[in-house]
T-cell receptor, first 110, second 113 residues
């Protein structure tokens, strides 16, 4: 089943923060976050594994609450380069197959 | 890091012809690769799972005879869109998973005229 992402779209000014949520109705083994620019393939951001971990690099971090089957992606002090569509991909443990949410369109304006 | 290479990046073909798209894992072996399709401003929809040395597993609603998948080696999977029609025009993306991380190819923009 497709995970649900929220919000569908968000507009920020450079330097502002944003949170993108991803929730699933089924048990998850891992959650993968990607950013896709228009006309390009998705670019891997990070993976969170079962165990309720939190990860981050630079000003982008994420958490995974396996009990709630939810993950959140945190973007702090956003930069223009953060603009794009963010997808979460969920893995139920079945042969590495990822199911993607509908995406969150993030626009960062100067 | 691990890289997945997809070719071609763009292709325009006439209606009724077939198009082959290649997906290669460059520095790791991938017994399983995945093929996705993405319409403009939409999510990636899994079409099929490509299994090395065996038949592909197709998602519900995906025509096996229309989208032929061959995974002849541990580093190469191909998707052939047979008898293409304008409604097959889309962005096709492959992926392969190195333990712990899924890598995507660059994608192929298919336009059927």
């Amino acid at each position: 089943q497709q995970p649900v992402q929220s919000p569908q779209a968000v507009i920020l000014r450079e330097g502002e923060d944003a949170v993108i949520n991803c929730s699933s109705s089924k048990a998850l083994y891992s959650v993968h976050w990607y950013r896709q620019k228009h006309g390009e393939a998705p670019v891997f951001l990070m993976i969170l594994l079962k165990g309720g971990e939190q990860k981050g690099h630079d000003k982008i971090s994420a958490s995974f609450n396996e009990k709630k089957q939810q993950s959140s992606l945190y973007l702090t002090a956003s930069q223009l380069s953060y603009s794009g569509t963010y997808f979460c991909g969920t893995d139920g443990g079945s042969n590495y197959k990822l199911t993607f949410g509908k995406g969150t369109l993030l626009t960062v304006n100067p | 890091g691990a890289v997945v290479s997809q070719h071609p990046s763009r292709v325009i073909c006439k209606s009724g012809t077939s198009v082959k798209i290649e997906c290669r894992s460059l520095d790791f072996q991938a017994t399983t690769m995945f093929w996705y399709r993405q319409f403009p401003k939409k999510s990636l929809m899994l079409m099929a799972t490509s299994n090395e040395g065996s038949k592909a597993t197709y998602e519900q609603g995906v025509e096996k005879d229309k989208f032929l998948i061959n995974h002849a080696s541990l580093t190469l999977s191909t998707l052939t869109v047979t008898s293409a029609h304008p409604e097959d025009s889309s962005f096709y993306i492959c992926s392969a998973r190195d333990p712990g991380q899924t890598f995507f190819g660059q994608g192929t923009r298919l336009t059927v005229v």
